[in-house]
């Protein structure tokens, strides 16, 4: 970039609010000996500098940039020479929001050196921030980000901080977070009905945990559920109270050496743990772990874990860093996060011993983010609301996602600002936070949108509030299908608009043709697909229950063998085994499904793995925990038939159907399955000439089926993509619903 003359106006675009960029910029400003001015505005950071050294300006502002900022462009024209005497930070201008909002981070390491330092005046202060820390999206209003716009507002800074905040060489120079013990939120600890407990409420706290209760603790987006994970009959009271029974809980530890002790951590994993955005982290349990946190992840080869992220959570662990907190979202009934206090002591009510509290209201309800290495299981604090950049530019789109880990997705220009984790739409609080983030995340981006997408299923209540929207604006409402859009959530992901294979590997998805499709091989090309084969159907005896218990997919596995009469004398213990067999032999209330997340069910249920699960995907869990205990073993030969792209694994079920050793046999339908589907999909590569795969789906979430999926396509000389920005289960439809929107909308050829 060469401006050759006395002054130059900059824009600077990307995360570059909230990030410490204004100081940033001053300081540099004044190294160079520039003049002129540096503000905020709704495209990002706006930069007006006379002086001679103003390219090293525009050269030094990537290169250099505060560790939370995120430069996309930074462009230069000339301007006129205002006569500037100094550099100074000024006023936000106004303007069309365009810029984005930061994420919630973790204390940084200049903050935590001063929260244990006695000489500091933030010493042990719970709400401690400064420029390159603390809470952005769950604390913002709307922008440009500016301290009246954050439940800060409520907190007038006292002359110290006061002075902080308008010293530029000042670290919290411009924090808009930042308080201190004097000027800030305050914490109490209170009883289960809300009275106040005395004592210093951190060391009080730690007390009750110590002393085997239960605390609700707020944190960034919400309440956790707190207890000592060590004590068994803590957690058990917990999975009482709560009414979850064996959904793992996860755990928060001191440090990177305090996981090691309880789970397998690579290097990879301790950086993913020490990450500003703190996710949980699933990592392999160590032989031990169950003994030594029992009731945590009970029957699970992984746990959960994580590091103090709020100051709070640090001063707990200081203390009494040997300590192992269940740190479980305080959502009860699978309803969403409770995030206000008196909605607390309501719902929380009989559930929590104690209520450790501060008054800084959560704007944004957000769940923490749960990760496996480099893949999402689910996307939210630490990561939202940063956007996702698509291929191509189009309308502005809103996308509702699905009815199970619902997420939302709005986009704008090439972006594509995916939603927190929302959760299932099964109750009429989580279809209200559900609205309240399309609300709000249409209100800080400024936007309204041109073409809403969702899913084919009428019944969805993402559908439905979808189809209101776009009627009520007069604007074009599109359904995607369900398997499409997850395929083409790995193609705006990764930028591809060529055709490619899609492998979808899901639970249950509403077809185009009406039934339910969940293991399909489709061709997708942006808004278009085509569906080139599928699983081979299996019965569903009973509808919706038979997802809920896997010994139903075994029988109705039986049935697809011509051994439906097996089915009374091989589950005797069930009382419905006789109706079920009646129900297939008829065909009575047994839709058909070629969903891959049943078949897994049905080997499992084929194992007596598990009868019944009691949470979603339960049982494919403890099947890939028992073939990932065994050594691998070669696919079985004949173990399935291709007919007219139809992929039939009946000889391999026909045999787990016969084995007595569960372990070997979950590696054997593991490994076979594996090979069918490189078969099925190189097949399909030889006939299309496309060699890229794209692959989504819950089931994917299963490693040692996609790693033996990766290994086998590899083979074939086909190239794998799995979602990495994105669950690759329900939680990335929405993306993908917008991309076939823009890409449809493209191809029509109604651009603007
Ligand atoms: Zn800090
Ligand atoms: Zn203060
Ligand atoms: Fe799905």
Redesign the pocket.
């Known amino acids: 970039m060469q401006v050759s003359i006395g002054a130059v106006r900059i824009r600077v675009a990307g995360i570059v609010q909230g990030v410490g960029f204004r100081p940033f910029v001053w300081r540099l400003a004044h190294e160079l000996g520039l003049k002129g001015w540096v503000r905020n505005d709704a495209a990002g950071v706006e930069i007006h500098a006379e002086g001679e050294n103003h390219e090293a300006l525009i050269a030094r502002l990537q290169a250099e940039a505060p560790p939370l900022a995120r430069v996309d462009g930074v462009s230069a024209q000339a301007a006129d020479i205002e006569g500037a005497d100094d550099f100074t930070i000024v006023e936000s201008g106004g303007g069309k929001v365009s810029t984005a909002i930061g994420h919630d981070t973790a204390?940084?390491p200049?903050?935590l050196d001063e929260l244990f330092d006695q000489k500091s005046r933030r010493w042990r202060h719970g709400f401690?921030?400064?420029?390159?820390?603390?809470p952005r999206y769950t604390v913002t209003r709307r922008l440009p980000y500016d301290r009246p716009q954050t439940s800060l507002a409520a907190f007038s800074l006292c002359p110290d901080c006061q002075r902080e905040y308008t010293d530029p060489a000042d670290?919290r120079f411009h924090a808009e977070t930042t308080c201190c013990p004097n000027c800030g939120p305050r914490l109490a600890l209170q009883d289960a009905e809300g009275g106040p407990l005395p004592g210093d409420p951190i060391s009080a706290t730690l007390a009750l945990l110590q002393a085997g209760q239960i605390v609700a603790i707020k944190g960034l987006g919400g309440f956790h559920l707190a207890c000592d994970a060590r004590n068994a009959a803590a957690v058990a009271k917990l999975r009482a109270r709560k009414q979850r029974e064996e959904k793992p809980f996860a755990v928060m530890l001191t440090d990177g050496a305090a996981c090691a002790r309880y789970a397998k951590v690579g290097a990879g994993e301790t950086a993913l743990l020490e990450s500003p955005a703190r996710p949980v982290v699933l990592l392999p349990k160590q032989p031990e772990t169950d003994d030594l946190l029992p009731g945590i992840a009970p029957g699970l080869a992984e746990i959960g874990l994580m590091l103090p992220v709020t100051p709070i959570q640090f001063l707990l662990f200081h203390e009494v860093p040997e300590m192992a907190l269940v740190m479980t979202s305080a959502n009860p009934h699978g309803e969403p996060l409770v995030i206000d206090n008196d909605e607390a002591r309501q719902r929380l009510h009989g559930i929590a011993d104690a209520y450790l509290l501060h008054d800084r209201y959560i704007v944004v309800r957000c769940d923490d983010s749960v990760r496996r290495a480099a893949t999402f299981i689910r996307r939210a604090r630490g990561y939202v609301p940063r956007a996702i950049k698509l291929p191509a530019v189009g309308p502005s789109v809103l996308a509702v996602g699905g009815w199970f880990k619902n997420t939302v997705c709005i986009t704008r220009g090439d972006e594509a600002f995916v939603s927190q984790h929302i959760g299932d739409l099964d109750n009429a609080a989580a279809c209200g936070f559900f609205e309240e983030s399309i609300v709000h995340l249409l209100h800080i981006l400024d936007l309204e949108p041109e073409i809403v997408a969702h899913d084919l299923h009428p019944d969805f209540h993402s559908t439905r509030f979808a189809a209101a929207f776009a009627a009520e604006r007069g604007i074009p409402a599109i359904g995607v299908q369900h398997h499409h859009a997850h395929i083409a959530a790995v193609c705006a992901e990764y930028g591809i608009v060529e055709p490619v294979l899609g492998l979808a590997l899901d639970g249950v998805g509403l077809g185009a043709d009406g039934t339910a499709w969940g293991g399909e091989l489709l061709r997708v090309e942006g808004g278009e697909f085509e569906r080139l084969g599928h699983l081979y159907p299996l019965a569903l005896p009973g509808g919706d229950v038979a997802a809920r218990e896997p010994w139903r997919m075994a029988a109705a596995v039986l049935h697809a063998l011509g051994r439906g009469g097996e089915i009374a004398t091989r589950f005797t213990d069930e009382p419905a085994a006789k109706t079920v067999m009646t129900m297939l032999a008829r065909g009575l209330n047994s839709p058909q499904t070629s969903s891959a997340g049943r078949l897994f069910d049905a080997a499992a249920g084929l194992l007596n793995v598990k009868r019944r699960a009691s949470f979603e995907g339960q049982a494919a869990m403890l099947l890939e925990g028992l073939a990932a205990s065994h050594d691998p073993v070669p696919p079985l030969a004949k173990g399935w038939r291709i007919e007219n792209a139809v992929l039939d694994l009946r000889p391999l079920l026909a045999q787990l159907s016969a084995s007595d050793e569960s372990s070997h046999a979950a590696a054997l339908f593991h490994a076979t399955f594996a090979a069918a589907l490189v078969a099925w999909v190189a097949e399909a590569a030889r006939q299309s000439g496309i060699q890229t795969i794209a692959a989504a789906g819950g089931c994917l979430l299963n490693q040692v089926l996609s790693g033996a999926l990766q290994k086998g396509l590899a083979h074939e000389g086909l190239r794998l993509l799995l979602p990495r920005e994105l669950p690759s289960n329900d939680g990335g439809l929405s993306l993908g619903q917008a991309w076939v929107a823009i890409t449809g909308f493209r191809a029509s050829g109604v651009m603007r």
């Open positions: 204390v940084c200049a903050c401690i921030t400064c420029t390159h820390c603390g670290r």
